[in-house]
């Protein structure tokens, strides 16, 4: 059965740092993609970073140069480092085995017809 765990969220102040985690099983990182996502209050929620099954990784335009994300396969488990943060960051994050997310022009998205999530990890940037 596939279970997506995320951890790691907390309070920062602006222009801190925070890593979240998506501890994975059931499934391979070698062989599905993450996807990062956040919801905000009273907003859609949006797609953040996406790492493919072959390590490669991809941000929206609203974090690109301030997220990265990153995976350890030998613990099955996806990381976002999360840089700079701003009070518009505040939102619940969460780890898929999909991604979806708009970067410049284009949009990028995984899917591979598993339908999974986590329950969230809630990430509050005070000012």
């Known amino acids: 059965q596939v279970q997506l765990v995320e951890s790691g969220g907390g309070l920062v102040q602006s222009g801190g740092s925070l890593r979240v985690s998506c501890a994975a099983s059931?499934?391979?990182?070698?062989?599905?993609?993450i996807g990062w996502f956040r919801q905000a209050p009273g907003k859609e929620r949006e797609g953040v970073g996406c790492i493919s099954s072959d390590g490669s990784t991809y941000y929206g335009d609203s974090v690109k140069g301030r997220f990265t994300i990153s995976r350890d396969t030998a613990k099955n488990t996806v990381y976002l480092q999360m840089n700079s943060l701003k009070p518009e960051d505040t939102a619940v994050y969460y780890c898929a085995t999909q991604c979806s997310l708009v970067a410049g022009d284009s949009a990028y998205s995984e899917y591979y017809g598993m339908d999974y999530w986590g329950k969230g990890t809630p990430v509050s940037v005070s000012s």
């Open positions: 059931g499934l391979s990182l070698d062989i599905y993609a």
